[in-house]
């Protein structure tokens, strides 16, 4: 598959897909991007306002994974950064929910968004709920347990590459702790790919 990988990060989701399928990979922040590249060399690595390029690019790949900016949406910083340690509220990064009806209406591949779960109702229903994360996608994924993913929450950097399976040791990054939670649990990409793979045509 032709898979176009939004927001990549330091690629949790991308870890255990193998080197079988055509991956670009988008990634804002060119620090991050570098290590992504460094991680996964074979991969097409593009630093780019991710948000933009899916309008751009969408229709060039047969399976797109996005997961868009999640802290303006999250329960943790309405309820501790606002609530208890007086951060400024912000306005939810409505991003998240223009390419969820980009991809509903215009995309002919299939597709997935992640995110957290808000703090308020959701505006459009996921189709499913894996680990604490909302999916909105066009095909359908088995429910499966990934209880140890709290790690990401309240472990240290070391701990989180550890159970993740990143070695970063050398890797420039002023924050590998904020990296790492922002990786998606390489087990629940792999199960999402197996998904998606048994029922591309």
């Known amino acids: 598959m032709r898979i176009l990988n939004l927001y990549a990060g330091i690629g949790g989701n991308r870890k255990l897909w193998g080197d ?16 992504y590249k460094q991680l996964f060399p074979q991969d ?11 309008l751009s690019h969408f229709a060039e790949f047969d399976f797109i994974w996005s ?17 208890v340690m007086g951060a400024i509220p912000l306005y939810p990064d409505m991003s998240l929910y223009e390419e969820i009806l980009l991809l509903q209406h215009y995309y002919k591949g299939y597709w997935i968004v992640e995110n957290v779960r808000p703090y308020y109702e959701y505006l459009i229903a996921p189709s499913f709920v894996l680990g604490r994360h909302p999916y909105w996608a066009n095909f359908s994924v088995s429910y499966q347990e990934y209880g140890s993913d709290g790690i990401k929450a309240v472990g240290a ?13 050398g890797v420039d990054l002023p924050d590998k702790r904020k990296a790492l939670r922002n990786a998606v649990n390489p087990e629940m990409g792999l199960h999402i790919l197996k998904a998606v793979s048994a029922v591309y045509v």
Do not use: W
């Open 67 to 83: 997961s868009p900016p999640c802290p303006t949406h999250s329960q943790m910083r309405k309820n501790m950064s606002v609530g």
């Open 44 to 54: 097409k690595v593009i630093v780019a306002n991710a948000h933009n390029y899916l």
């Open 20 to 35: 079988e399928h055509e991956i670009t990979a988008v990634e804002l922040d060119p620090r991050i991007a570098a290590v």
């Open 157 to 169: 950097a070391d701990k989180i590459a550890k159970r993740f399976g990143f070695d970063l040791t």
